[in-house]
């Protein structure tokens, strides 16, 4: 007879095939005895390992870097040198190149001084400054050295020969920043040959302090006034020495006509 209808085998799905798990199969090690003991746990490892074999914890902390070379500790001072990277040597040139940069500026001082007072000589326009006294060496009759302070340049100083010396005093000390000569009798280029003239003066200014500073004035033999920056600080008195004449023959002197001083304002 038939199974009765609730025992009968019913339709099911087919079943996933399950995958064989792996056997772990013991590999044998020599443990070795000897080693770089692993900080965490103690265990020996071999020197080329960097982990430790038994619990992977790092063994050593990084390679130390190298010493840097000396040279390149120099800049910037505040990168820390590190042992035998030139410490002796980066102090000595440190030393070497402040005392360099010292005795330069002892040395460049002077200059340096030069330049920023002809700086400013140049940034105003100069002020004329009148002597109080002008004194000459020797003079021709009727050609007295205040002459060449009066303003006039139809009137002379007559030196009878070369050598001969005039000297400006001044009331208080400047800054001496031009000086303008008006050579010969006269400006009048009729008037300038009849006497005979200087072609080179050797100035000598003195200073407040005493000290003197020597120029030299190369004129040119044409009437009117030449210029001739200067540049002297604290002028009280200037001398001046005829020498280089021209044109003086039998019966005639050395004339100068006019000399005229600017100071910075």
Not at 48 to 62: D, I, N
Not at 154 to 161: I, L
Not at 216 to 229: M, Y
Request: charged share 25%; glycine share 6%.
């Amino acid at each position: 007879s038939a199974p009765p209808e609730s025992e009968a085998p019913r339709p099911v799905k087919p079943a996933k095939a399950v995958a064989p798990r792996p056997t772990v199969r013991p590999v044998t090690t020599d443990d070795p005895t000897t080693g770089i003991p692993c900080p965490a746990c103690r265990a020996p490892n071999p020197p080329h390992r960097r982990f430790c074999r038994r619990c992977a914890a790092p063994l050593a902390s990084a390679a130390a870097q190298a010493p840097l070379p000396w040279w390149r500790t120099l800049w910037p001072l505040r990168r820390r040198s590190r042992a035998s990277s030139g410490r002796l040597v980066r102090l000595f040139v440190i030393l070497t190149v402040v005392a360099a940069l010292c005795v330069g500026g002892y040395l460049l001082l002077p200059v340096a001084r030069h330049v920023f007072e002809d700086t400013r000589d140049k940034l105003k326009k100069p002020k004329a400054v009148t002597p109080t006294r002008a004194s000459a060496s020797a003079e021709v009759a009727g050609h007295p050295a205040g002459n060449t302070t009066d303003e006039l340049r139809n009137r002379y100083w007559g030196a009878p020969s070369p050598g001969a010396t005039v000297t400006y005093t001044f009331a208080k000390p400047f800054r001496l920043v031009e000086l303008m000569v008006t050579n010969g009798a006269s400006a009048s280029r009729k008037e300038y040959t009849r006497q005979g003239r200087a072609l080179r003066m050797d100035m000598e200014v003195v200073a407040k302090d005493g000290q003197i500073t020597h120029k030299r004035l190369d004129l040119a033999d044409k009437p009117g006034p030449q210029t001739f920056h200067v540049g002297v600080s604290n002028a009280t008195s200037i001398r001046l020495t005829l020498a280089s004449p021209a044109g003086l023959t039998a019966g005639r002197h050395l004339a100068l006509a006019e000399v005229e001083f600017f100071r910075r304002p």
